[in-house]
């Protein structure tokens, strides 16, 4: 072990460089391998660390979020033993708890960074994302040129699936349109870790006008994207960003009232707006109408199961089931252009937590969550209007798009809190007078 510690620290630059550059990058440009490169960056953080002859107790030290975090996991596994799909439910619960634990792992062993590894550390992540905005911009612009041409080239490229894709003489000319949306989700919570580190690393006016670009950039590409999710939780995290400037205490605990309140309300929040016909309102995207729809059969099932829920990862099986497409599929088709379903999940986590894990599920998650967002204020105070600002991007993004057990979302979301504390501590180390800590 000692060998190998030694040859760790020799090869330390190069395997800094190396995974903090390609790592960043290939999980924005390619969205399923956010689960790899979770698992090699929190090998990294905590193998170096160790190396050094840090303490591997210390990475994984118990406090006050962390059990909370454990008291889910073990809910979860609980709830498991009733789900219509246990092997799932089990499996996402196993994962959960290894997400946890990389990312505690991970945060903390950053912390125990000298200030040299960290500043490697920055530059080769803002490579990596500055490269990647501009990739998915100019993507954005041109109706994905680069790739159309990478399928042509090279067809085995092309994806199993062209659903959605327009195709002519055997040849793709459209991509479908949501085969972006997962890239720019991931580069919209990247952003502000981006900024933070960039507006560090330069300094002064050189750096602010990098991050301006950056920005301005990373927003384009947003708004050329299909992705209203990430519209919405683009303006979500600039509003949140220009209110933690002057009242960053008060800003923390307002995005904490609305994690509460998005759990506490989502279900007659999910009743009214069908009621009141919006999945029929032309002044929607499809998509958001569809959502109305979905929500509001959630919300009509949460009844059945409201202290437990019907089990973690039950929404697919049901929706799998051909009993339930035969009778509820269809029921409303005819008149509201959208199937009477709850689909694979509700795209909302707030409900899908709801319907699957109930209220005690709920009570677990807005605690947990609610622990993680107040814990923010004990960041450096000119660092927490960026973690801010992403954590209301997580917020907007769970809000309307995917499932809460998907994989690579699951993934992204301990590489969200990874990017900000590699960020914080870079900041830590160029501010000498703020003591070092994981946040």
């Known amino acids: 072990m000692r060998k190998l510690a030694k040859l760790a620290l020799r090869r330390e630059p190069a395997i800094i460089r190396t995974l903090f550059f390609l790592g960043p990058l290939v999980a924005l440009l390619v969205p399923k391998t956010t689960v790899a490169v979770l698992i090699l960056l929190f090998l990294v953080c905590a193998g170096l660390t160790l190396a050094r002859g840090g303490d591997l107790k210390a990475l994984f030290r118990i406090d006050v979020t962390l059990a909370l975090f454990s008291a889910t996991a073990a809910y979860l596994f609980l709830n498991a033993t009733w789900s219509l799909d246990p092997e799932r439910a089990f499996t996402k619960a196993a994962w959960f708890v290894l997400i946890v634990l990389m990312t505690y792992g991970a945060t903390r062993a950053l912390a125990r960074w000298p200030e040299r590894s960290l500043r490697m550390a920055a530059t080769a992540f803002l490579a990596a994302i500055g490269a990647g905005v501009a990739f998915i911009l100019f993507e954005a612009a041109t109706g994905r040129l680069a790739t159309l041409t990478l399928y042509h080239v090279l067809p085995f490229t092309q994806p199993n699936s062209l659903k959605g894709f327009v195709v002519r003489n055997g040849e793709i000319v459209r991509i479908a349109p949501g085969e972006l949306n997962a890239m720019v989700a991931i ?83 999910a009743t009214a707006a069908y009621k009141a016909d919006l999945h029929r309102s032309e002044r929607l995207p499809l998509s958001a109408q569809a959502r109305v729809t979905l929500w509001a059969y959630t919300a009509e099932q949460v009844a059945a199961a409201p202290v437990l829920g019907v089990g973690a990862s039950s929404t697919r099986k049901i929706d799998q089931s051909p009993d339930n497409r035969k009778m509820q ?61 992403q954590a209301a991007a997580f917020v907007a993004l769970i809000a309307f798009a995917w499932g809460m057990w998907q994989g690579w979302l699951m993934a992204l979301t301990g590489l969200a809190a990874l990017y900000i504390a590699l960020a914080v501590n870079v900041y830590r180390a160029e501010a000498p007078e703020v003591p070092p800590a994981a946040p």
């Open 329 to 389: 599929w269809r029921k409303r088709l005819k008149t509201e252009g959208f199937g009477w379903r709850a689909g694979a999940h509700a795209h909302n986590a707030f409900l899908q937590t709801w319907y699957e894990l109930g209220a005690v599920g709920v009570i677990l998650f807005m605690v947990t969550g609610s622990a993680v967002l107040w814990s923010l204020g004990r960041l450096p105070p000119k660092t927490q209007r960026f973690a801010l600002a």
């Open 187 to 269: 580069m919209l919570l990247a952003l502000w870790p981006t900024l933070l580190c960039m507006v560090t690393r330069l300094g002064g006016r050189r750096g602010c006008l990098a991050a301006g670009v950056l920005l301005v950039a990373a927003s384009a590409g947003t708004l050329l994207s299909n992705h209203e999710s990430s519209k919405v939780g683009l303006v979500a995290s600039l509003i949140v960003f220009a209110c933690a400037i002057p009242w960053p205490n008060v800003t923390r605990k307002a995005l904490c009232l609305v994690w509460c309140l998005a759990f506490a309300l989502v279900v007659p929040l």
